[in-house]
């Protein structure tokens, strides 16, 4: 049980700001928020992580909502190179990563 | 960050015999996982790799089929025996350096057996 909730797709244009949502609705107040990206023909990468407040890294920022139900990942620039599959993930107890489907994001030139 | 090793990165082989894929680390890490990726499929979790201890395995998969072992906070190897086609998939490594913080992953070991 992955729970989280994502959309199957996203298109986005290049060199415009992305916005992937994510709804985790059951959340309790000590479970993380990550998110990884797949990249064609690629092992997973992280992206970025937070439990409660927004967070910013070289990558990505990430905005979670004030009673933590919902989070978005917002990649500020989008490229070509963006294109993957996104995967929000709440680990459980055991920091156990256990993947969705994920939204698979395309990048349009 | 770390850095994770997968070896080989991809085989053929033939059904009925089992092949070890190893991980390596970079760095000591607390946790160790497998996954499974079938095409097109998103990652699914095989089992978590225990130093000095039996993996613990997830629904649906067993030891039989799946020995891992683990024997210093670097490394891990996951066999998968007696491979049939069904078996054909990337398998992936990934680790964990402490609790609540990212997750790395191998470059996967894509497996086909013929």
């Known amino acids: 049980d992955a729970k989280t909730t994502q959309p199957n797709s996203m298109e986005s244009n290049e060199e415009e700001p992305v916005h992937l949502p994510c709804n985790h609705s059951?959340?309790?107040?000590?479970?993380?928020i990550h998110w990884y990206r797949q990249l064609p023909s690629q092992g997973p990468e992280y992206v970025i992580h937070?439990?409660?407040s927004n967070v910013n890294n070289r990558m990505a920022s990430l905005a979670i909502a004030e009673d933590r139900k919902s989070s978005t990942l917002i990649l500020h620039r989008a490229t070509l190179r963006d294109a993957a599959v996104y995967y929000c993930?709440?680990?459980?107890?055991?920091?156990?990563?256990?993947f969705g489907k994920g939204t698979r994001l395309h990048i349009l030139p | 960050s770390a850095v994770i090793s997968q070896k080989p990165s991809r085989d053929i082989c033939q059904r009925g015999t089992s092949l070890t894929i190893q991980c390596q680390v970079d760095?000591?890490?607390?946790?160790m996982f497998w996954y499974r990726q079938q095409p097109g499929q998103s990652l699914t979790l095989i089992a978590t790799?225990?130093?000095?201890?039996?993996?613990?395995?997830e629904s649906g998969f067993v030891i039989d089929k799946f020995p891992i072992s683990r024997p210093n906070l670097t490394f891990s190897t996951l066999t998968v025996s007696n491979m049939s086609p069904e078996d054909s998939s990337i398998y992936l490594c990934?680790?964990?350096?402490?609790?609540?913080?990212?997750?790395?992953f191998g470059q996967g070991t894509r497996l086909t057996v013929v």
């Open positions: 990934s680790a964990i350096r402490d609790r609540h913080t990212e997750a790395f």
């Open positions: 059951t959340i309790s107040g000590t479970d993380y």
């Open positions: 937070g439990l409660t």
């Open positions: 993930i709440r680990p459980n107890r055991d920091d156990k990563i256990i």
């Open positions: 760095s000591q890490v607390t946790m």
């Open positions: 790799a225990n130093q000095g201890s039996e993996a613990t395995y």
